[in-house]
Nanobody, 123 residues
Framework: QVQLVESGGGLVQAGNSLRLSCAAS????????MGWFRQAPGKEREFVAA????????YYADSVKGRFTISRDNAKNTVYLQMNSLKPEDTAVYYC????????????????WGQGTQVTVSS
C-alpha cells in the first residue's frame, strides 16, 4: 500500500515556474514507477510525465516536453515535477500516481493516486 500527498501548487503568472512535490509513504517507494497527471475543468485526466524506479528513465507528454522535468529522491520517498515557462493552458489539478511496474503514460495502469494540488496560471 502506498499513500501519496501532493504539495506545491498555487497561482502563478505565465512564464514563471513552480515545483510540485509528492511525498509517498511506505518502504517500497523505490520499487514503484511514478507519474504526474493533470485534469482541467471539464476535461479528462491526462498524462504529464513519468519516470521509472531509479529515475533514469523518463517519459513526457508532448505538451510539456522541454518545459517540465520529473525527478525523484528515493531516500526522501518523494517525486518532483519542476514546471518552467508555465502557460495558462497548464492550469489544472495535478495528481501524482504510483504503479508497480515500468514507466507508463496510461492512467488506468496506475495503482495509487494522491488527492491532487491545484495549479493556476494567469495570463
Amino acid at each position: 500500500q502506498v499513500q501519496l500527498v501532493e504539495s506545491g501548487g498555487g497561482l502563478v503568472q505565465a512564464g514563471n515556474s513552480l515545483r510540485l512535490s509528492c511525498a509517498a509513504s511506505g518502504r517500497t517507494f523505490s520499487s514503484y514507477a511514478m507519474g504526474w497527471f493533470r485534469q482541467a475543468p471539464g476535461k479528462e485526466r491526462e498524462f504529464v510525465a513519468a519516470l521509472n524506479w531509479s529515475g533514469a528513465g523518463t517519459y513526457y507528454a508532448d505538451s510539456v516536453k522541454g518545459r517540465f522535468t520529473i525527478s525523484r529522491d528515493n531516500a526522501k520517498n518523494t517525486v518532483y515535477l519542476q514546471m518552467n515557462s508555465l502557460k495558462p493552458e497548464d492550469t489544472a489539478v495535478y495528481y501524482c500516481a504510483a504503479r508497480g511496474g515500468g514507466v507508463s503514460g496510461r492512467k488506468r495502469e496506475y495503482d495509487y493516486w494522491g488527492q491532487g494540488t491545484q495549479v493556476t496560471v494567469s495570463s
